[in-house]
């Protein structure tokens, strides 16, 4: 019984934070500027128990599992809510119903912790729906807005029609198996038609949540009409937990179908990359342009996903990580920009610098290293991606996704010539980034140069696997 | 063994003053910056001459030999279990001296320019700079393989780039770095391919595991290296001759020495550390620090050493001659006196009596350091007196500065030769190595060491004798302590730096090599060195008209060297005249014309392609829902029916 409490303890803590903070609604004692930094402490008390008292187990007949990869995925998932509830702080401080974002933004965490560690394909869908449904809540937060309220209700429809393609899957697989257990299931594979379409069909679905083209169509809208630190949420901590699951999925129970999602993963990550290439090119609108280029950063974790090794695993958890800290931290100066001026255009940004400089280096370290420029860590992450997917030796392949990330070079770099070189008389005025937004894009900054400056971030990944 | 913090603060504190003065040398430290960067520096010195002391004479000799201890360690990124770049701090004989004589002459050129450099707009600045070079020159000798040495080689370039164009408001010293900096990035190219080519053959890029197996006949990666041929050459020849090649340009040899003379455009002090003293050795380090690979497995790269060596202390030599700029005759000493150390390296065996000559190269190394470093202080501070280079303003100012005088003559004495001052101890065993190794370079070399006390004592006569100088008003005073006491310190250096027996600790092997001293075979150079003195004193000492007519009869010869035989204009018509006209001309069309517009067409119809496939993005999730099925629907298809 002991070990329930110390195997669960990462979703026994997001819980009592969500109870304590739905007594905290209902006592309406606390102002917003108060309860921010309440949630934010609670939110790095969150992250730094996840280093402690770690135990690895099975609980429930194999229904949830709990090992150190694991327990290092959760904790990256903690750090990247920890960091939205920083660099977001200014918009979050004038949100009416602050404990309430916070609930589902925690119920949606409690959700993906659940999927990292389930072991059966139930529980898996369960927390699959538990982690969307209150994101499609927290796309409406920006209450006055219709396009807020849109994305919500495009998100939801859109869910709801994948989670029907996924529940058709795990059906069909349940009848060719017998079995929803990860861990039965995987001998019981044989790459029958009728299981290669419930693997299908179950591959759609995070394909889905990934945004992978064709299944990406919903993002852009979304993507726009959230709020920034949903839209943050959605593309960094979502993107984040079902690529986890993904490579459990893929890596474990299917590993005899290696076949087919080797080539599956091979052209759905030439198509994402270059869909999502193009289409970033011709983006105004900034929060457009992350969510198309994140489109294209999927279909390189994609590339990583082929390898089915240790090299495979490892660059992609490191990859998230990484990814983690540059993504937030344009979303966070697109944040700060976007709720003190309401300028969300690119063209707005010309000549930021001379009146922005913190924020204007901040965007161009995490620019950089989106694009994969050394030595941030964004050319780390990237090159252990194609390294591990060029151990099968289809070059074509790596040259391939090679070359998607100069044309990716051309538009992050012109983001950067904007706000750097470009002349405008009227540039975004002076704008105050609050002390706890200043604080979270300094680590964000701090965490880009020190994972690609120091080795032994990935070595310790690399190393639980060994 | 002192503890890694130890030596990892020997170059750290130049690099903490480096960030400090850096953000800080224009705001809130711009008074304190000189005594900052000082005291670092001087703290930097006393740990690097604790860790020294401390391996020549407690830790570092094990059974007789002195050992290569790497103390330090870490794997910085691993690309397979067999490569890796790592990070470390190398100790043995070779560093241990560079690290001495690196802070030290740092910590005087600090102590120097307290003075010499007062008053500039941008002091904190200088400071912060000479902070980045000592510490990247200090990472560059404790490097413990091949790449690491890369990253500082580049950071010590960078440094000597950011200190040439100190004054850029100067035009001559915004061309002067840009000079610098594009020869020497050549030559870096050559290193690099140098470095590719020997740690692919090698496997490694650490430098105890490369020289182990770049040394050892029987194993597979040095079969590996000598059986691979390119152009007649083995890989190996290859790779050594590549890394010389980057050794040459930073060095200063001859023909990648054009940037030298030019570089002197920056503030004398920083002439004297960089351009004299540490960075221009670096090529010097860099063969000594692959010596092994050289002298046992490429005796043909050695011999592409020793020629270079030669010819370029020659050239240089001659060159010194003829110029009256006083800085570009010390640079010019400079260039031959390091051509010494290269033809020292080159003419050299591996191991007991027949390293002679690597250790004598390095003690020249140990020895020049000094004197030169005094050299080019003291021709600062007559250069603060009279506020000019050239000879013509000056003579007569034995008088007028009185301790410039005097350190200066030692330098010169030095220099020359000149028993028992230290040059002369480091001269004699190069000369002695060559005379062992190749008759042929051993008379070139006493020529150019004639030669050498020729110039250096028209240098003297010209400043401090020649004529009587009226005493201007504007001549201000011989400088202030800060000035003279870093002089009359490395004077006394100059002076007894001879008398240590170099060779029991720095030899080609580690084992203690005993040098000695005959009596009979110094006759002839130091004659030599005689001769060339009193030629000049006769041609110098007063003013006359005797050194006039001698050029007026070799004309040809002396118009030649005074335009440093026009290698500057042999560069300058192959890149204007050929490279521009023959590649760079039609690039830019092909540029222009064929991948612009091959680029223009993709962006055009990658806009063309987007608008067509913009129609899915339209906004309606009805829509989404269809192409999402239509998704599945054609991967079940593709991967159930066709793939199969």
């Avoid at chain 1, 990583?304 to 800290?325: A, D, K």
């Avoid at chain 1, 540059?326 to 001379?354: C, H, P």
């Avoid at chain 2, 590649?583 to 014309?593: K, M, S, T």
């Amino acid at each position: 019984m002991n070990d329930l409490w110390i195997i669960m303890k990462n979703e026994l803590v997001v819980t009592t934070i969500i109870f304590l903070l739905l007594f905290i609604k209902i006592g309406k004692g606390l102002k917003n500027e108060t309860l921010l930094p309440l949630i934010q402490f609670l939110l790095l008390a969150n992250l730094l128990q996840g280093f402690f008292f770690n135990k690895e187990g099975l609980l429930f007949e194999g229904i949830f599992y709990s090992n150190t990869l694991i327990i290092v995925q959760k904790n990256i998932l903690s750090l990247g809510v920890y960091l939205i509830s920083l660099v977001c702080s200014d918009w979050l401080k004038k949100s009416p119903q602050l404990p309430e974002f916070f609930i589902l933004m925690l119920s949606a965490l409690l959700g993906m912790f659940f999927m990292i560690s389930s072991g059966n394909l139930l529980m898996f869908y369960l927390s699959l729906e538990l982690a969307t449904i209150p994101v499609a809540a927290m796309a409406n937060f920006d209450l006055h807005k219709k396009v807020s309220s849109e994305a919500a209700m495009k998100m939801i429809l859109s869910s709801a029609f994948s989670s029907g393609i996924l529940l058709f899957g795990i059906s069909l697989l349940y009848g060719a198996t017998g079995t929803l257990q990860f861990a039965e299931m995987s001998a019981l594979l044989d790459g029958s038609p009728l299981q290669m379409l419930a693997f299908i069909f179950l591959f759609t679905a995070f394909a889905f949540k990934l945004s992978v083209v064709p299944f990406h169509l919903w993002t852009a809208d979304v993507y726009e009409g959230s709020p920034v630190a949903v839209t943050a949420f959605l593309s960094v901590i979502s993107k984040g937990a079902v690529a986890f699951i993904l490579l459990t999925v893929l890596h474990k129970v299917f590993l005899p179908m290696m076949g087919i999602w080797y080539n599956l993963l091979m052209i759905l990550s030439v198509i994402t990359m270059i869909t999502g290439n193009i289409f970033a090119l011709r983006q105004q609108n900034i929060k457009r342009f992350l969510a198309f280029s994140s489109i294209a950063q999927v279909g390189f974790i994609l590339v990583g996903m082929t390898n089915e090794g240790q090299l495979g695993i490892s660059s992609v958890v490191y990859f998230i990580l990484v990814y983690i800290f540059s993504n937030l931290a344009a979303f966070g100066v697109a944040s700060a920009i976007s709720s003190q001026t309401g300028k969300e255009n690119i063209d707005d940004y010309k000549g930021m610098y001379r009146t922005n400089p913190f924020l204007s280096w901040i965007l161009a370290l995490a620019l950089f290293s989106l694009a994969g420029i050394p030595p941030t860590a964004g050319f780390f992450g990237k090159l252990f991606l194609l390294t591990a997917g060029g151990a099968k030796g289809s070059f074509w392949y790596i040259g391939i996704a090679a070359l998607n990330m100069i044309i990716s070079l051309y538009y992050y770099l012109r983001v950067i010539r904007s706000v750097f070189m470009d002349k405008n008389d009227a540039p975004i005025e002076k704008i105050s980034v609050g002390r706890s937004a200043t604080l979270g894009l300094l680590l964000c900054g701090a965490g880009i140069l020190a994972a690609g400056l120091f080795s032994w971030i990935f070595e310790y990944i690399r190393g639980i696997l060994n | 063994m002192p503890s890694i913090a130890t030596i990892a603060l020997i170059p750290l504190l130049p690099f903490a003053g480096f960030v400090l003065l850096g953000i800080f040398g224009r705001t809130a430290l711009k008074k304190p910056a000189g005594y900052l960067g000082t005291a670092l520096m001087l703290a930097s010195c006393i740990l690097a001459l604790y860790t020294a002391y401390g391996y020549f004479f407690d830790f570092g000799k094990i059974h007789g030999a002195y050992q290569k201890l790497v103390p330090f360690q870490m794997t910085w990124l691993e690309f397979s279990k067999d490569v890796s770049i790592n990070i470390g701090f190398i100790l043995d004989p070779l560093s241990a001296m560079m690290l001495v004589v690196v802070t030290f002459i740092s910590l005087m050129v600090h102590i120097y320019s307290l003075s010499y450099m007062k008053g500039e707009e941008r002091f904190g600045t200088y400071y912060a700079f000479l902070g980045l070079f000592t510490f990247s020159m200090l990472g560059l000798v404790l490097s413990s393989n091949i790449f690491q040495i890369y990253i500082f080689w580049e950071l010590v370039g960078v440094s000597s780039f950011l200190l040439i164009g100190f004054y850029y408001d100067k035009p001559s010293a915004v061309a002067a770095c840009k000079k610098a900096f594009i020869v020497t990035r050549f030559a870096d190219l050559g290193f690099l391919i140098g470095i590719l080519v020997l740690s692919y053959y090698g496997g490694t890029l650490d430098f105890g595991t490369l020289i182990a197996r770049l040394t050892d006949p029987s194993s597979t990666q040095m079969q590996a290296a000598v059986n691979a041929s390119f152009l007649g050459a083995s890989a190996l020849t290859w790779g050594a001759v590549l890394v010389f090649i980057g050794g040459a340009g930073k060095s200063a040899m001859f023909p990648l020495h054009i940037w030298l003379p030019d570089a002197m455009e920056g503030p004398t002090p920083v002439s004297a550390l960089i351009h004299a003293a540490t960075m221009v050795v670096a090529g010097v380090y860099l063969v000594a620090r692959l010596f092994p690979v050289f002298a046992i497995s490429v005796p043909g790269a050695l011999h592409v050493v020793a020629y270079i060596g030669v010819v370029s202390a020659m050239i240089a030599a001659v060159i010194a001659c003829t110029q009256t700029d006083i800085k570009r005759v010390l640079a010019y000493s400079t260039m031959s006196q390091i051509g010494f150390m290269m033809f020292a390296l080159g003419v050299s065996g591996y191991g007991g009596e027949a390293g002679l000559g690597y250790s004598a190269s390095l003690f020249h190394l140990f020895t020049h350091a000094m004197f030169k470093a005094l050299l080019f202080l003291g021709a600062g501070s007559v250069i603060h007196f009279v506020h000019s280079n050239e000879m013509k303003d000056m003579g007569g100012l034995r008088k007028l500065m009185p301790v410039t005088h005097i350190t200066f003559l030692i330098a010169c004495l030095a220099i020359a030769g000149v028993p028992p001052f230290a040059g002369f101890f480091s001269k004699e065993e190069i000369l002695l190595a060559a005379s062992r190794g190749n008759t042929g370079i051993y008379y070139m070399a006493l020529i150019t060491s004639g030669l050498t006390a020729f110039y250096m004592f028209r240098l003297y006569f010209r400043i401090f004798w020649n004529k009587e100088a009226g005493h201007d008003a504007h001549h201000g005073k011989e400088g202030g302590f800060a000035l003279l006491f870093p002089l009359v310190l490395l004077a006394l250096c100059a002076a007894g730096a001879g008398f240590i027996p170099f060779g029991e600790y720095v030899s080609s092997d580690g084992t203690p090599l005993h040098s000695e001293f005959d009596p009979v075979f110094s006759i002839a150079p130091v004659a030599l060195g005689v001769a060339g003195i009193l030629l000049a004193s006769w041609f110098y000492l007063r003013a006359n008209d005797r050194a006039d007519r001698v050029a007026a009869s070799l004309k040809g010869l002396y118009t030649a060297a005074y335009n440093k035989f026009y290698i500057d204009e042999l560069y300058l018509f192959i890149t204007k005249k050929v490279l521009f006209n023959l590649v760079g001309r039609p690039a830019a069309w092909i540029d222009r014309n064929i991948v612009d517009g091959a680029v223009n067409l993709v962006g055009n119809e990658t806009v063309a392609f987007s608008k067509l496939i913009k129609k899915l993005q339209s906004g309606k999730v009805q829509q989404y829902a269809i192409v999402f099925l239509g998704g599945v629907l054609v991967l079940a298809v593709l991967f159930i029916y066709i793939w199969h």
